[in-house]
């Protein structure tokens, strides 16, 4: 629970008993490598913090995976398009590498903002900072070429090449792993 604490204390200003209570309501799950946080269709009702291990985010088109982004250690997973409009998710969420998260249910986040409401800073930071990415990510996606698209990935996480494999990352730029594999040599 140390990262999340860090994260808790670096972004927000909780005195020590409510930074209590916001521990004690959320729930330490591990996934293994390959278990789904959420899968397409079901219905989004938790948030979790990832304090360990990696995660990527995909929708099935025709047949393939197509990576939509990446959460690591620090980062935040929910389809909150999902979870806040009560419909099934289009997208999946799945364990690049065994994991640790601190997750809550919606329910309880409920009832943890009667109880501390200074958590609607949490909740409405975290849905201001998945707008601003989501922004940021569409706007990089459709505007960069295929080798800026790639600096922009390196430059946001340097070290995506040793967590996860050539063919997710080709996939979340839009290109085949065999582009990403001449656009590697080159730099």
């Known amino acids: 629970m140390e990262n999340f604490q860090s994260f808790l204390a670096a972004n927000f200003e909780f005195n ?9 309501c959320f729930e330490k799950k591990t996934l293994k490598k390959g278990a789904y946080f959420l899968t397409e269709g079901q ?6 913090f990832v304090e360990k291990g990696g995660f990527f985010f995909y929708q099935l088109m025709d047949g393939e995976e197509k990576v939509c982004d990446f959460a690591f250690e620090g980062d935040w997973i929910s389809q909150y398009k999902s979870l806040i409009n009560n419909l099934p998710s289009e997208l999946s969420i799945k364990a690049l590498v065994d994991s640790e998260i601190y997750w809550l249910d919606a ?3 409920d009832k943890l903002s009667d109880k501390v409401p200074k958590v609607l ?8 900072q998945y707008f601003t990415q989501s922004a940021e ?12 698209r790639y ?5 946001s996480h340097p070290k995506i090449h040793q967590r996860v494999p050539q ?7 839009g290109i085949k792993p065999q582009s ?4 590697r040599a080159v730099k």
């Open 151 to 155: 600096q922009w990935l390196l430059d």
């Open 16 to 24: 020590p008993e409510e930074t209590q209570q916001i521990l004690n």
């Open 107 to 109: 329910t309880a986040m």
């Open 121 to 128: 800073i949490i909740r409405t930071k975290l849905a201001e």
């Open 43 to 48: 219905y989004c009702k938790t948030v979790a």
């Open 180 to 183: 990403l594999s001449r656009i």
């Open 137 to 148: 990510r569409a706007d990089k996606l459709a505007t960069l070429k295929a080798e800026e």
């Open 167 to 173: 063919y997710y990352i080709a996939s979340y730029l």
